[in-house]
Every structure is written in C-alpha cells, then in structure tokens.
C-alpha cells in the first residue's frame, strides 16, 4: 500500500503537512541505497563525441545526503551503467561505497546488507526502472521517485513528488529525518538539524 507525497503547493494549500513514514521505521534505518541514472540524475544519458557520459547532479540531493550521513547514515550508490561521473561525485559527497555496472542487483543487495549485518528493516532504498525491483525487495521501505515506471510506483511503499535528478533524493532524505523527529532549519546558507521534544 504505497503512499504519494504530497505536492508542497497542494500541501500548502490543503494546510497539510508531509506525508511521513512510522518514527520507529525511520529511527531504524541504518543503510540508504540509491540507484544512479533517473535517481540522482534526471535518466538521461548525455555523450561527447569521445564516447564519455555527461550526467547532471542535483546540489540539493548532495546536501540531503550529508545531513543523512551526519546523523550516521550509510550511503551506498548501485548503478546498472558504468560511468567515471559517478565515482567523481560519490568522492564530493564522502559516499563510500560505489559499484557500477551492476546488471542484476539482487544479490550485490543482499551482501551489502548481510556484509553490515542488517535487517530488512534497516534498508532504504530509491529507485527508478524495473532493474531496481530486486532493491524494493530487500529493503524495509522503498521509495520511486515521482517520473519512476508505473510498476515501480505501484510497488513503491512511497512515491516522491519531486522528480529524479531534481530533488527527490533530498525529499527522501528530509522525510527520513523528520520521520525521526528532526527539525530542518534553513539559517541563510546553513542546513541544521534539530531533534524535536
């Protein structure tokens, strides 16, 4: 029974507020796990005339991922491609754990989270295509982003309302903390994190 996070202006509008997952399910996440192409990109791929790939990343996603690590959060990046971009903005970011050219990710999944000695419900994941249904399968919760494939929004237990490359990586990542009851205070150019009472 999947969930669809609200529109802002809608929410606005409705005076609501957004849509968040069980505390005790957030407070357990120790692992989030995201594909690349149509997650922290928009899906498209872009080539020079040399053959190298060109892919865009959203600067908001990057700063939801830090607060998500700060709070001791692991981030790890599967993708289906094999692209140097990649690797470049998993160093900018301190993601430690990245692994490229993966075709079927069921498995990889599954030494990742028993590698770390997690359950289940530890893992978070965001997809986008059917490549990702086996990371829907081993996580506790899942999430597609909101231009995901029909399937994956209909398996996804919530559907962002931004879409991939364009802030839906920093909507799962602020639902998250909220869910564990953090307050996302904008100071200017600063993010900080506070616990509410």
Excluded at 28 to 37: E, G, H, N, P, R
Excluded at 56 to 70: E, I, N, T, V, Y
Excluded at 73 to 96: H, M, N, P, T, Y
Excluded at 113 to 124: G, P
């Amino acid at each position: 029974m999947r969930k669809y996070l609200v529109p802002k202006k809608v929410s606005k509008a409705m005076n609501m507020d957004r849509i968040m997952i069980p505390r005790e399910k957030a407070e357990a996440v120790q692992l989030l796990i995201l594909d690349v192409d149509g997650v922290l990109t928009d899906g498209q791929i872009i080539l020079t005339e040399q053959g190298e790939e060109i892919k865009s990343f959203h600067a908001r996603d990057g700063h939801g991922l830090r607060m998500l690590m700060d709070e001791g959060i692991e981030v790890v990046f599967i993708s289906g491609r094999r692209s140097k971009a990649v690797d470049c903005r998993a160093r900018d970011l301190g993601v430690q754990e990245v692994h490229q050219g993966v075709r079927d990710k069921g498995p990889l999944c599954e030494k990742i989270i028993r590698e770390r000695r997690l359950n289940k419900d530890q893992v978070c994941c965001v997809g986008d295509d059917l490549p990702d249904l086996p990371l829907f399968e081993k996580a506790g919760i899942s999430f597609a982003v909101s231009d995901a494939s029909a399937v994956m929004k209909d398996l996804a237990d919530y559907v962002t309302s931004e879409r991939g490359g364009y802030g839906a990586v920093r909507e799962v990542c602020e639902i998250i903390l909220e869910s564990r009851g953090k307050v996302l205070l904008g100071l200017k150019q600063n993010t900080s994190l506070h616990t509410r009472t």
